[in-house]
């Protein structure tokens, strides 16, 4: 069965620290991947999602980045941190096109940054 | 553009009620999938159901039903004899069929409060 982890599971960052979020999928290949945020209280939304290797694209323009040196490895960053980018960031995969296309959620990364 | 609502930000009920969670969805794809999630406090978004635009037949799941209308784009949501455990963040999806990723587009989300 596919699993999908994200570490850490919390994290207390200063304003202007860097940020370095992985996300990993285990039991599928060839998996799309995907990086939400959601700010207390309030809905998700798409930051990036990757079709594969090398391959991102962004939904918004901010302060952070994605990359994905492997195939199931998916990667959140950012240079500098700002007070605005505290949120709970969530970690998604579904299969190609083709397949039902539903998302499946990692556990999430709390991030506070004061 | 794709846009879902989900009209009722809060919801409050005794257990052993019946809620029915409302969604309501727009988009110009003939095809579309529809989803319901639950994020229970624990935050992690649990997979519910999902259901294809060509296929208008309920569901039920248990103590789950949908109800999908696609005359009113609707995909309703019921609880039956809620429970304590069913208090959560409900969220309400959408998918057209096109392009590679399976981007979603979520609604606000419906908070579920059930006491005893």
């Known amino acids: 069965s596919q699993t999908i982890h994200q570490w850490p599971a919390t994290l207390v960052q200063p304003v202007g620290s860097p940020l370095s979020l992985e996300c990993t999928v285990e039991g599928t290949s060839n998996p799309n991947l995907y990086w939400y945020r959601q700010a207390a209280g309030r809905g998700l939304q798409l930051l990036f999602y990757?079709?594969?290797?090398?391959?991102i694209s962004s939904e918004v323009p901010q302060n952070l980045s994605a990359s994905r040196p492997q195939d199931r490895q998916f990667i959140l960053s950012s240079k500098k941190l700002l007070l605005s980018d505290s949120g709970f960031y969530l970690c998604a995969w579904s299969g190609r096109q083709g397949s039902y296309n539903e998302q499946f959620f990692g556990p999430g990364t709390r991030l506070t940054v004061l | 553009a794709q846009k879902v609502t989900q009209a009722q930000t809060e919801i409050s009920v005794v257990e052993k009620e019946d809620v029915t969670l409302d969604c309501v969805y727009e988009?110009?794809?003939?095809?579309?999938?529809l989803f319901w999630y639950k994020q229970p406090p624990s935050g992690e978004l649990v997979f519910l159901i999902r259901?294809?635009?060509?296929?208008?037949q309920n569901e039920i799941s248990g103590r789950y039903s949908w109800n999908f209308q696609k005359s009113t784009s609707s995909f309703n949501f019921t609880i039956t004899a809620s429970q304590v455990v069913d208090s959560a963040v409900y969220f309400c999806?959408?998918?057209?069929?096109?392009?590679?990723?399976?981007?979603?587009?979520f609604g606000t989300g419906t908070r579920l409060q059930v006491t005893l």
């Open positions: 259901r294809n635009s060509f296929d208008e």
């Open positions: 990757s079709v594969g290797i090398g391959q």
């Open positions: 988009t110009r794809d003939t095809t579309y999938y």
């Open positions: 999806a959408l998918k057209s069929n096109t392009g590679t990723a399976s981007k979603l587009t």
